[in-house]
């Protein structure tokens, strides 16, 4: 079995409303903090490698599973909104020790566009968007809620379950393990085995009405004054260069690395080369913080 060289620290974070959030904590006493935002039906186990490669780099990281995903408390009645992934987002910011940077992918992206459009002064120092657009490609989209829709009646074993995720994912060469796959699902009482997010994410308003929430997402994302990475996959079905041509001229500022050979899977399929776009970056922005301090000028006791 592969040790993880950085082991993460098991934490919650308690929302608003009172629903308790999974939280995973590695390298306390790192900075700059960087706080990973998963994508729609993934948990916080996603970004296991690249926190752990960028806490051995110095950096103080936070994964969490978003309510209705994962280990985290599921929303009393079904009932999900937008807003509330958003105010769980500005309260996990809030609650760092400084304002982190965050590495959102796919939804965990949107949602830190939104927070970083609307909320002054913003509560990240910057972000990473993963494969991500404030409209991105609907076909895209719907191929992963297929994914995500068909087996309601969930797996007879985890061999099962593995076999469907190497037929969605062919790019990746190994398939899962049962370990692996352990925090993906839950046993149900009649002994099958279902994903481990909420069934009432995928009926409500939240998904079937995603597209209504474009404007707000292109508004705010023309607010955005923090940096700004985004990194797409070179064979995304979600981001195109016309989403990200898009992108671009919203927020001028910010930078564009494509991933050969990724997908929209993007920290899975090529995490090495993900990880080190965010060293690069991290590491840009410590330049300027350092220039900027040279700058200053001297104050007279």
């Given amino acids: 079995m592969r040790m993880e060289l950085n082991p993460a620290t098991r934490t919650s974070y308690t929302a608003a409303d ?11 006493s790192g900075r700059p903090t960087l706080l990973f935002a998963h994508g729609f039906g993934q948990t916080r186990g996603a970004w296991n490698t690249a926190a752990a490669t ?3 780099q110095g950096c103080r990281c936070v994964t969490f599973d978003s309510r209705g995903h994962g280990e985290s408390d599921r929303m009393p009645g079904g009932e999900y909104h937008m ?8 309260g996990l910011a809030r609650a760092q020790p400084e304002p982190p940077i965050l590495v959102g992918a796919s939804m965990g992206g949107l949602l830190g566009l939104v927070v970083a459009g609307e909320i002054r002064p913003a509560p990240f120092r910057a972000l990473v968007l993963i494969d991500i657009t404030p409209r991105w490609e609907t076909s895209g989209v719907e191929r992963i809620l297929a994914f995500m829709q068909a087996h309601p009646d969930g797996f007879a074993s985890y061999a099962e379950a593995a076999e469907q995720i190497a037929a969605y994912l062919p790019q990746r060469r190994e398939r899962k393990s049962e370990q692996q796959l352990r925090p993906l699902l839950r046993e149900g009482a009649d ?6 997010w909420d069934p009432a994410l995928l009926a409500g308003e939240l998904i079937g009405e995603s597209e209504r929430y474009q404007p707000r997402l292109l508004a705010a994302a023309a607010k955005v004054e923090v940096p700004v990475l985004l990194l797409s996959g070179e064979r ?5 260069h016309r989403t990200v041509d898009e992108f671009m001229t919203l927020v001028p500022h910010a930078r564009h690395a494509e991933v050969p050979g990724a997908t929209h899977m993007l920290a899975g399929d090529a995490n090495d080369a993900f990880t080190a776009q965010i060293a690069g970056f991290i590491a840009s922005l410590e330049s300027v913080d350092a220039d900027e301090a ?8």
């Fill in 18 to 28: 009172g629903l308790s959030l999974a939280v995973d904590l590695r390298h306390a």
């Fill in 191 to 196: 002994g099958r085995l279902r994903w481990h």
């Fill in 294 to 301: 040279i700058e200053q000028p001297a104050t007279r006791c």
């Fill in 54 to 56: 960028m806490a051995a």
């Fill in 83 to 90: 807003q509330q992934f958003v105010d769980d987002l500005i």
């Fill in 236 to 240: 995304s079905d979600v981001v195109s």
